[in-house]
């Protein structure tokens, strides 16, 4: 059973920078979509940036500019570079992939990384 496993989250300042990263434990083939959302307390889980087959992105319009989504094939891994953080990206960070494995088509989920940004 394939796995997401995200790392990379944790306490930042205001202004600051963190990497986030998503693994997949097993081969997810043909990838059609790879995602990070984030759900901030009270809050519904939003879509934070997605990178999809051919090369194409979208970012919601709050992280424009400051995040950076990208696949790093060798690693079978997804990353999202956040600079310029504010207290407002404080949120349970989510890596999901839609592709192919042995049952099929079927969109995966990783378990959450913590981001907070705080003095």
């Known amino acids: 059973q394939v796995q997401l496993v995200e790392s990379g989250g944790g306490l930042v300042q205001p202004g600051g920078s963190l990497k986030l990263s998503c693994v997949a434990s097993g081969t997810i083939s043909s990838i059609g979509a790879m995602r990070w959302y984030r759900q901030a307390p009270g809050k519904q889980r939003e879509l934070v940036a997605g990178l999809f087959f051919g090369g194409s992105t979208t970012y919601a319009d709050s992280v424009k500019g400051r995040f950076t989504i990208s696949e790093d094939n060798a690693k079978e891994m997804v990353t999202l570079q956040m600079n310029s953080l504010k207290p407002e990206d404080t949120a349970v960070y989510y890596c999901?992939?839609?592709?192919?494995?042995?049952?099929?088509?079927?969109?995966?989920w990783g378990q959450g990384t913590q981001v907070v940004v705080s003095l």
């Open positions: 999901n992939v839609f592709g192919r494995g042995v049952d099929g088509y079927r969109d995966w």
